[in-house]
């Protein structure tokens, strides 16, 4: 049956019979929803052994991301003399992979809501493996460059799935709890990469840091076939009003059917709305400013960090690659202190609200990662340019990366609960910008290091985030309402 068919008989009255629920509102019989809020096909009402599995297989998939955004690092002079490529240049193998991470979501995301989770997850894996796998062939440069670029969109199903699939199965009073769990394996990325990149170069050679990863994903996506079950309600009525056409051979049709047009307009409508969100939406633009100066330290931390170990401290890649640990440790005490503050901040303000929700509820916990930031930046910063003990540098790095995580992760829940029918392409949107400066911080962090040291380099770092994140959890707070009205409705 064709879109104007199910229109034409969706509203023709003497197409179905009308009925009334409990309290005497007219239902239509043909129009397909959930079944009240305990309807068990509902992913909020999925037993929890089946949420967790999805949650943590979708983990794994952002440890491989960030695993691969990451490995390269202590590698990075072994690549340089085998591809015969001086500094500058190197460096873009490393931050290439990130620029993917801008432009990836915002087509996977739309066609996530278009398609599903689950295809397209499945088929970014896969679109990851044969690139990355390529790159550990890479004889050239050039080559090197395009299969980073092209992995890099395939592991970019990580910034476009794994947030719209916890808003899909977890109420937002669980946002913390899910957050906990869901990024503690993605944050061991940065720490695992390094450590196992420098031993890997040193032993067996650069090639198999790639290899590893895609012989790893390709478990991962052998094991989500079996495990990974939609989780987009559009999806998923779609399938139910499916089922019941075919059953009973009546009309019935979805509120999306009953919109919708043909598949290429669909297509039209979903890939532009990433961009048209961040193009007139006031409160996407905030937060992606702030999240594009996070993710901006964080990488150019990231990409000068092994140096720092190499060549100052004198270790060898392998022993370089443990320090990445600390960096760690503060990520993981953000995202497990952090989320479950969260979730009993989410609720402490929504009793005083007499129950009443807003995304605003998220913004506390960004307080405490403002001051974290340059803390850290300063510490890291000022300890390593007087050549102090390692543990000292590592102190600083833990309290950096405690602070972006906390920062992080509540604007992402910020987002989430902000546009909750259309979270993919919100998050995507938010975060087009912190993946070009992702990209573009790493390339001057050699110049700025080599200009000013990491004292005061680390001082204007720290001073600029002072500048711009200080101010950010009051402009959300106190004027994240009438940004969000201010923004164009969107379809």
């Not at 931050?95 to 689950?118: D, N, W």
């Not at 395009?146 to 947030?163: C, D, K, P, Q």
Request: aromatic share 12%; charged share 15%; proline share 6%.
């Amino acid at each position: 049956m064709t879109t104007q068919e199910t229109k034409k008989y969706a509203t023709n009255p003497e197409a179905r019979e009308a009925i009334t629920d409990s309290t005497g509102v007219e239902v239509d019989p043909l129009l397909v929803t959930w079944n009240g809020d305990d309807d068990p096909e509902h992913p909020y009402n999925w037993p929890l052994t089946r949420k967790w599995t999805i949650t943590i297989l979708l983990s794994n998939g952002g440890l491989v991301t960030l695993m691969s955004g990451a490995m390269l690092a202590p590698a990075l002079k072994s690549i340089a003399a085998d591809l015969n490529t001086d500094e500058e240049e190197t460096q873009i193998f490393l931050s290439i992979f990130v620029l993917a991470f801008a432009f990836g979501p915002m087509i996977l995301s739309p066609l996530a809501e278009v398609f599903g989770r689950r295809p397209v997850w499945m088929l970014s894996s896969c679109f990851y493996i044969l690139w990355n796998t390529v790159a550990g062939f890479s004889r050239t440069p050039g080559l090197l460059i395009t299969s980073r670029i092209l992995s890099g969109i395939g592991a970019s199903a990580e910034f476009a799935i794994s947030n719209p699939v916890l808003s899909d199965t977890w109420i937002p009073a669980q946002r913390g709890t899910s957050f906990a769990i869901s990024t503690f394996i993605p944050l061991l990325g940065p720490a695992l990469g390094p450590i196992i990149g420098g031993a890997v170069s040193q032993s067996i050679g650069w090639r198999w840091t790639f290899w590893i990863l895609s012989i790893y994903d390709g478990l991962l996506v052998t094991i989500a076939f079996f495990v990974f079950s939609e989780t987009y309600e559009v999806i998923l009525l779609n399938r139910r009003a499916a089922m019941l056409r075919e059953s009973t051979g009546r009309p019935h049709y979805t509120t999306t059917q009953a919109a919708s047009e043909t598949l290429k307009s669909r297509l039209f409508v979903s890939l532009t709305r990433p961009f048209r969100l961040l193009l007139t939406q006031p409160i996407l633009q905030v937060v992606a400013i702030f999240l594009a100066y996070n993710f901006g330290i964080l990488y150019l931390v990231l990409s000068t960090f092994a140096t720092l170990w190499i060549e100052r401290y004198e270790q060898s890649e392998t022993q370089s690659g443990l320090n990445y640990i600390a960096l760690v440790i503060g990520y993981t005490i953000a995202a497990q202190v952090g989320s479950r503050m969260m979730d009993r901040l989410w609720a402490y303000l929504k009793a005083r609200a007499g129950n009443n929700t807003a995304p605003e509820y998220r913004v506390p916990l960004m307080i405490p990662g403002a001051i974290l930031i340059p803390l850290g930046l300063l510490i890291y910063g000022w300890t390593a340019e007087k050549h102090l003990p390692w543990i000292v540098p590592d102190v600083g790095i833990a309290i950096l990366g405690c602070g972006i995580i906390n920062n992080t992760q509540s604007m992402q829940a910020y987002v989430m609960d902000a546009y909750r029918q259309y979270v993919a392409s919100a998050s995507a949107a938010s975060q087009f910008l912190r993946s070009i400066a992702g990209f573009a911080f790493p390339i001057f962090a050699p110049a700025m290091y080599q200009n000013l040291g990491y004292g005061w380099g680390n001082s204007v770092l720290a001073l600029t985030f002072i500048i711009i994140g200080w101010p950010a959890p009051f402009l959300l707070w106190t004027y994240g309402a009438k940004l969000r009205a201010m923004g164009k409705p969107q379809r």
